[in-house]
Nanobody, 125 residues
């Protein structure tokens, strides 16, 4: 099991930037693929991005490609999400997710694994 704690959310104007962090604990954390999802009010939770355990593979939803960047620092047990050119439609609660690395391809479609408590991102127009 992996325990996840997100941080870094807040309020930003459209066009601005924000960075989120997800601190992970658990002795097998480095064997897990990590991802970010988001959920807007009244909407289903949706995939945003994922990174493999080695950091060598990354995946992005079309809606954030070119604007968001996921990265991980194994020395700090932390995954980051850098969000640039934010839009009001990016407003949501952002959740960190972890699952075994061989399941990374499932992240686009299936929502399971370990979750953090979420952090609110609000983009004003």
């Amino acid at each position: 099991q992996v325990h996840l704690v997100e941080s870094g959310g807040g309020l930003v104007k459209a066009g601005g930037s924000l960075s989120l962090s997800c601190a992970a604990s658990g002795r097998t954390w480095n064997e897990y693929a990590m991802g970010w999802y988001r959920q807007a009010p009244g909407e289903e939770r949706e995939f945003v991005t994922a990174i493999s355990s080695s950091g060598g593979r990354t995946y992005y939803a079309d809606s954030v490609k070119g604007r968001f960047t996921i990265s991980r620092d194994p020395t700090k047990n932390t995954v980051y999400l850098r969000m640039n050119s934010l839009k009001p439609e990016d407003t949501a609660v952002y959740y960190c997710n972890a699952r075994p690395d061989f399941m990374i391809e499932t992240m686009r479609i299936h929502k399971f694994g370990s979750w953090g408590q979420g952090t609110q991102v609000t983009v004003s127009s």
